[in-house]
């Protein structure tokens, strides 16, 4: 079988040519889809490649040779020949047996969701936490796959004495493989207790953190509110590692966290190797929940933030839902040639249903245009007091 590489291309390179396939099953009707595929033609492009067309089909369940019907492949395979793509994207996860037959098909690279998020969460992770979570994530993920893929695997270790009489050597990768997520798991373990030791010197300070799905402008945020540099940037998991600044409000400190993104059917492993990091999302006394309601998707993306919470156990903290790029939803929703009281009575149908599910624990802003961000300021510092009394009610804070 010809060997791949198991990468995306860098920067420095030309875009790989990619296409994307999608299966329309019972459950997931073809509008959803055409999102789900929207949303990981935006993470093909973050991961560097140039997506150049969509494969759909509709099926009651994925093949289990060929995650696709014979028909379907036949098509993909003649328009990668002709086009001479080089990666072939799925929506879903495929199994390493589906990967290997399908590469043997189509004579090119072919990857999965999970396998492109892992790609991207490896570009951009920065400090040594955050590589060595990815690395082990990276790692769990490839562990099944070996077989197709051993060939391209470094090298940790081998020569004379290190192999066992006959043994294959797809079974020493393997062991090297283990080995090496044992040794990460211990190396996170031993950050995850020097974070521990850093949170305890923080003090009695009550701590927000920021959360939401990627690419809402949570970064922006965190420099509006800190009055720091933190780095933003339109493309998703611009940021992995957790910032945490020191932030005053009316002479009323607290500390304010920026944490990943969550994202649609976001790798097990990946919650499992970042939890470390994660852990300031628990640890904190109040969650804001930026929601990017210029998206047309902007209310499954909340569901999918509050499913990923609720797998991490943080589900007993006060919420306030920040609802941020006011200005684009106005842009993208109101038709110009809308009378301004007409604007202005939808606008407030939208804030008003919104309001009353959260029970009045939202806010309405636009980071970059600075709107109504002193309201935010106000509904932050109330939480803050609140969460000081809540913790603190035999002590005195000055406000």
Not at 39 to 65: C, I, W
Not at 215 to 222: E, F
Request: glycine share 4%.
């Amino acid at each position: 079988m010809k060997k791949h590489k198991t990468s995306i291309s860098t920067g420095s390179q030309e875009p790989e040519k990619a296409i994307i396939v999608g299966l329309i099953l019972p459950h997931q009707p073809e509008d959803k889809l055409d999102e789900y595929l929207a949303e990981l033609d935006f993470l093909a492009k973050t991961a560097g490649a140039n997506v150049l067309r969509y494969f759909k089909q509709r099926m009651a369940s994925p093949h289990k040779r060929t995650f696709v019907g014979k028909g379907k492949l036949e098509e993909i395979r003649e328009y990668v020949e002709v086009k001479k793509v080089d990666l072939v994207i799925f929506d879903d996860d495929i199994s390493p047996s589906q990967q290997g037959v399908l590469e043997e098909e189509l004579k090119c690279k072919v990857v999965d969701r999970s396998f492109l998020i892992l790609d991207i969460f490896a570009r951009r992770a920065q400090t040594a936490q955050a590589k060595t979570q990815v690395e082990l994530a990276q790692l769990q993920y490839l562990l099944p796959r070996l077989r197709g893929l051993w060939t391209h695997l470094e090298r940790q270790r081998g020569g004379i004495g290190m192999r066992g009489p006959g043994e294959q050597e797809i079974e020493t990768d393997r062991r090297v493989v283990r080995d090496k997520i044992s040794l990460l798991k211990d190396r996170l373990e031993k950050i995850d207790r020097q974070n521990t030791t850093m949170r305890k010197r923080r003090g009695d300070l009550i701590r927000a953190a920021l959360v939401g799905y990627t690419n809402v402008g949570k970064s922006t945020l965190m420099s509006l509110l800190s009055k720091s540099d933190v780095f933003a940037e339109d493309k998703l998991f611009a940021t992995l590692d957790t910032t945490v600044r020191k932030v005053v409000i009316e002479r009323t400190p607290f500390l304010l966290s920026d944490t990943v993104g969550f994202i649609r059917k976001l790798p097990h492993s990946l919650i499992e190797s970042f939890k470390s990091t994660l852990d300031e999302v628990r640890e904190a006394d109040v969650l804001l929940h930026v929601v990017d309601i210029s998206h047309p998707q902007f209310e499954e993306q909340i569901a999918v933030v509050n499913n990923t919470l609720k797998e991490l156990k943080v589900t007993d903290k006060p919420v306030v839902l920040v609802f941020n790029k006011i200005d684009l939803y106005q842009k993208t929703y109101f038709d110009e040639f809308l009378k301004e009281e007409v604007k202005e009575d939808l606008w407030n149908k939208t804030v008003e249903k919104w309001r009353l599910h959260t029970e009045g624990n939202c806010v309405f802003i636009s980071a970059t245009e600075k709107d109504n961000i002193s309201e935010l300021r106000s509904v932050v510092l109330e939480h803050v007091k609140t969460q000081y009394n809540v913790r603190y009610p035999y002590k005195t804070m000055f406000f």
